[in-house]
């Protein structure tokens, strides 16, 4: 029992830090999507970006959801079909503030 309270808030054995994973990169519209999957042990958290030039800068839109998979090929395809999604929805608003980062 205490080694399931260590790992959850982080004490004691093991490293319970997420792995970073090769990025993909597609275009869509005007915006450069980026897949981001996070390794967690032997699963893949969804993750991503949306940027989008503005003159000299690029403006980037993060995401981090608790979808897990097993797969990186499909965390992969499913972070494009969720960044192609998010900006169909949110369409010219997404970047609208200017903020150069942010989460979505």
């Known amino acids: 029992m205490a080694s ?30 980026v897949a981001a999957p996070i390794q967690e042990g032997s699963q893949y958290r969804l993750a991503g970006r949306i940027e989008k030039r503005d003159g000299d800068r690029v403006l980037v839109r993060s995401f981090i959801r608790a979808d897990i998979f097993t797969s990186r090929d499909d965390t992969v395809a499913t972070a494009f079909r969720k960044a192609r999604q998010i900006a169909d929805q949110h369409g010219a608003s997404l970047f609208a503030d200017g903020v150069e980062s942010r989460q979505v």
């Open 4 to 33: 399931f309270f260590s790992k959850l808030f982080g004490r004691g054995g093991g490293s319970a830090s997420p792995a970073k994973v090769a990025e993909e990169t597609e275009a869509y519209n005007d915006l450069l999507l």
